[in-house]
């Protein structure tokens, strides 16, 4: 079972910056990729940004030229740079593995997710 943990998460002003991070307790092989969710109470989770080992990324609509995703395969952790963030990205992100490609679906656990919260 792979474990994943999320951090990074806090309280920050409208137009502030974030950076999150998960850490993969080891890397999944049928797996090349790695991706962070968001959810708000009461709606799904939704897809904010998707990144293969080679680095081909995609993102969510409304975070394009705000959040960037990165990774680091060595260390089987993924990173989300927050920039210029405001109420709508109010939200807990979690982090999986995607199975199926840049358009596939979440594989295996999640974890507990890190909380983000942006103030007006």
């Known amino acids: 079972q792979v474990q994943l943990v999320e951090s990074g998460g806090g309280l920050v002003q409208a137009g502030g910056s974030l950076r999150l991070s998960c850490a993969a307790s080891?890397?999944?092989?049928?797996?090349?990729?790695m991706a962070w969710y968001r959810q708000t109470p009461g709606k799904q989770r939704e897809l904010v940004a998707a990144i293969t080992s080679g680095g081909i990324i995609k993102y969510a609509g409304s975070v394009k030229g705000r959040l960037t995703i990165s990774r680091d395969n060595g260390k089987n952790t993924v990173y989300l740079q927050m920039n210029s963030l405001n109420p709508d990205d109010t939200a807990v992100y979690f982090c999986?593995?995607?199975?199926?490609?840049?358009?596939?679906?979440?594989?295996?656990?999640w974890g507990q997710g890190t909380q983000v919260t942006v103030s007006s």
């Open positions: 999986n593995y995607l199975t199926g490609g840049l358009d596939g679906s979440p594989f295996g656990a």
């Open positions: 080891r890397s999944r092989l049928s797996c090349n990729v």
